[in-house]
């Protein structure tokens, strides 16, 4: 005869797993740095290895990236993952101690408050553009019902890539737009999104592809923008969605505002088909990195401080400001010509206009800052207090 | 009716996969782009079947295909696009891995039985390949351990597990084979930079079809080398096969790296036994590995051999063919030739046995060092032609 095929339990494979003892299977930790390593205990990862959320994630997935990748030369990494949106709780003893040290102290017990109401951010149109070279505010979201990036199926990418275009395609006005699919552009397409600076490629940080994010690329992943190049939304990179508004000059309430009235319209759309955005009290919008947790916002902008930079109270500064640094080209990048990407380093446990508002009140005060440097004056006096 | 090879397996050996997401046709992936073997094989009705069940350590065909999913093509050479999780995966996905296999190893059938013969004294030969052109030669295989999933599908413990019970196995050859473990993960400063040298020191994969099938997870943990004292027998641990087993010198005594070889490898199968572990082994597929390309004997027997003349020979292509031999660069299977030196090796791994495989590669390198000879000397060589094995 044939063979006996039998029901597979809820994970089998961890089920498997679970013939080596904690001492076999509990990773080696010893020359690494990041929040994950400095977490997991092996009393923890021995409570969590028999779990496994409902489609399957288990712990030693989400610490997967953080086992392969030690550390990283410039920033503390998270070292772990979401697969789902159940991972936050099923692995909480993991996660909320995670979430603590991340975020600045953020309890288990404290909720998280979301402001979209642009009509809340004080100010913030009149930066500089003579310093203020151009300005940004990007988040993501996550499609409730379907798992994250890591862990996610074909079907499943696909079925988000199809929202997605139904949701965007139906936006108008200042927000009327066109999807590219990566698999499906014309070079010419390529061509004008990579000159815009619009295109996103496979990843390539072991951080990202060790989690798995990069499988089956470019299946079902996009890039959609508005006519005026303005609004884009990347779809199934590093989150279901990554949401973009940004301009040249320093008119941040106007980005923000684009950002608020796009984002808004964007969920009511997937509110309709009965998936709306991941979100809870606790947590607020739900990312796959816990880093992106809150508002997964960063508004920032490029601006000139050549000499603020160089001054030795710099770094203090940015820290009283709740500000980070990076290079133009991103997280990974060291700044060039004195031009420097200054954006909110808070992203749970404050709203977006909180944020936004720190960002558009701290770069004013850093230009000045910057203009007194240039006439040789001195910014003792203006060296804010820790907000 | 299908012949059962597993017979050490139990029936149970399939589960039926309840875990499923979409439907089959949302799921399949896009292929269009794609030129592997598994892209070559795997139609939409063929997913749907599979996509049902999964090894009992929860091996899925999503994980046996992952890698040719990520990998459309290779420019040099075709590749295979799948892998096992563990030896089960053969069976449970065999609609999918026997016409791979069949495609990849001219037309070895599932009904086809492999045969094994690693008896050094069968070679004829092969201890006077001239060493003004053979360089060095050398003979690779792997070998997996019945009982733990493979690299791209295996735990730490399991990892562990297989590296403990080969420093145990390693640690008692004697005689010439007498050697010493070195763990990737604390190696001293000195040790790696000998390792380097030696051109022993295997690191972290990089190319993206071995990382898009889960086999650098974990990297470095339960990762090492093992090399006897002379530094003529080496074994892996750990990359992308459970072991992988060296034998190479300088110069064109291919008989002598062969014997080493072959005496080795038994001799660390002999210790695995006595400690009630065996090879994955079965009389259709010979030895079980990670890649399907390397199924029957996993062995790769080759020279780097001087052939400036007859390379640049508009019969050379024919001739490699004909003896069934495969160039590669001295760089390994990416590569390409440098000062007119060729890595030669057989082409065929499975249906053939070990030492039908080397005898190809002495017979075939001695014939192409008198062809280069003559070539100086500015002969034809037409007569030398050989037909095709």
Not at chain 2, 175 to 193: H, I, P, R, S, V
Not at chain 2, 344 to 354: H, K, P, Q, V
Request: aromatic fraction near 8%; proline fraction near 4%; charged fraction near 30%.
């Amino acid at each position: 005869g044939g063979v006996r095929i039998t029901a597979m339990t809820k994970n089998c494979h961890n089920d498997y797993k679970m013939k080596f003892s904690v001492d076999d299977e509990y990773p080696d930790l010893t020359k690494h740095n990041n929040h994950m390593a400095k977490v997991l205990s092996k009393e923890i990862y021995g409570k969590l290895r028999s779990k496994s959320t409902p489609s399957g994630f288990t712990v030693d997935d989400v610490i997967q990236t953080g086992v392969d990748n030690p550390g990283h030369p410039f920033i503390m990494t998270v070292g772990c993952v979401a697969g789902d949106e159940e991972s936050y709780e099923v692995f909480k003893d993991l996660l909320d101690p995670i979430i603590s040290d991340r975020h600045g102290g953020y309890k288990p017990t404290d909720k998280h408050k979301t402001d979209l109401n642009f009509e809340n951010l004080k100010g913030g149109d009149d930066l500089d553009p003579n310093y203020v070279l151009s300005s940004r505010v990007r988040t993501g979201r996550s499609i409730k019902g379907f798992t994250l990036p890591p862990h996610n199926s074909r079907g499943e990418r696909r079925a988000i890539q199809n929202l997605s275009i139904e949701a965007l395609s139906s936006l108008e006005g200042e927000f009327k737009g066109k999807y590219y699919p990566l698999d499906g552009m014309t070079d010419a397409e390529q061509e004008q999104l990579i000159a815009d600076h619009f295109l996103f490629d496979k990843p390539v940080s072991p951080l990202l592809t060790c989690a798995g994010m990069a499988r089956d690329w470019p299946d079902a992943r996009g890039i959609w923008h508005n006519d005026n190049k303005t609004f884009l939304v990347w779809v199934n990179e590093e989150d279901h969605l990554r949401v973009i508004s940004m301009q040249k000059g320093g008119n941040m309430k106007e980005v923000f505002k684009r950002f608020c009235v796009g984002l808004q319209k964007i969920e009511e759309i997937f509110k309709k088909h009965n998936h709306g955005f991941m979100w809870n009290e606790h947590l607020g919008y739900i990312l796959t990195c816990p880093s992106n947790l809150g508002t997964g916002l960063r508004g920032g902008v490029h601006v000139k401080l050549p000499k603020l930079s160089t001054h030795a109270k710099f770094e203090e500064i940015l820290t009283r400001l709740r500000l980070q640094k990076r290079g133009t080209g991103g997280v990974d990048t060291a700044s060039v010509g004195g031009v420097f990407d200054i954006s909110n380093a808070d992203r749970l446990g404050s709203s977006e206009v909180d944020q936004v508002q720190l960002v558009v009140d701290g770069v004013k005060l850093m230009v000045e800052m910057e203009k007194k440097l240039e006439k040789g004056e001195s910014i003792d006096g203006m060296i804010p207090a820790q907000k | 009716k299908s012949t059962n090879f597993y017979k050490h397996m139990d029936s149970d050996k399939m589960v039926k996969l309840t875990l499923k997401r979409l439907s089959a046709e949302d799921e399949y992936p896009d292929l269009s782009q794609h030129n592997n073997y598994m892209a070559k094989v795997l139609t939409q009705d063929m997913y749907k079947k599979l996509r049902e069940r999964a090894t009992p350590s929860g091996f899925t065909i999503d994980g046996v295909i992952q890698t040719g999913v990520d990998n459309p093509g290779h420019p040099f050479i075709m590749t295979v696009g799948c892998v096992a999780g563990d030896e089960e995966t053969y069976e449970v996905f065999k609609d999918l891995l026997d016409p791979v296999i069949e495609d990849r190893h001219g037309g070895y059938k599932p009904t086809d039985k492999h045969k094994t013969d690693l008896n050094s004294g069968n070679l004829k030969g092969g201890d006077d390949l001239d060493p003004n052109y053979v360089l060095s030669s050398r003979v690779r295989t792997g070998r997996s351990i019945r009982g733990f999933s493979l690299p791209p599908h295996c735990s730490r413990g399991e990892r562990r597990a297989v590296e403990k019970l080969s420093i145990e196995a390693l640690a008692s050859l004697s005689g010439d084979l007498k050697g010493k473990y070195y763990a990737l993960k604390n190696m001293t400063d000195a040790e790696q930079q000998q390792l380097i040298d030696d051109h022993f020191l295997f690191d972290k994969p990089v190319s993206p079809l071995l990382l898009a099938s889960g086999m650098a997870r974990d990297w470095p943990d339960a990762r090492g080398i093992w090399h006897n004292d002379n530094k003529t027998f080496l074994v892996w641990v750990n990359e992308e096969d459970h072991l992988r087993v060296i034998s190479m010198q300088k110069g064109g005594n291919m008989k002598e790296v062969f014997t080493r070889f072959c005496t080795g490898l038994t001799k660390i199968e002999s210790l695995f036994k006595e400690r009630s572990h065996e090879f994955m082994w079965n009389e259709h597929l010979g030895y079980v590995l990670t890649c399907p390309s390397n199924l029957g004997t996993g062995l790769r027997a080759g020279v780097h051999v001087k052939l400036p003349n007859l390379s640049k020979n508009t019969k050379f292509e024919e001739v490699l063919k004909k003896l069934r031999l495969q160039k590669r660069g001295t760089g390994g299977v990416d590569t390409a030739a440098v000062g007119g030196v060729f890595d030669i090796s057989n082409a065929d791994r499975l249906g053939f046995s070990e030492v039908e495989l080397v005898q190809m590669v002495v017979d075939g390198v001695k014939l192409l060092v008198d062809m280069e000879k003559r070539l100086e000397k500015g002969q034809s060589i037409d007569d030398l032609m050989p037909a095709q094995k």
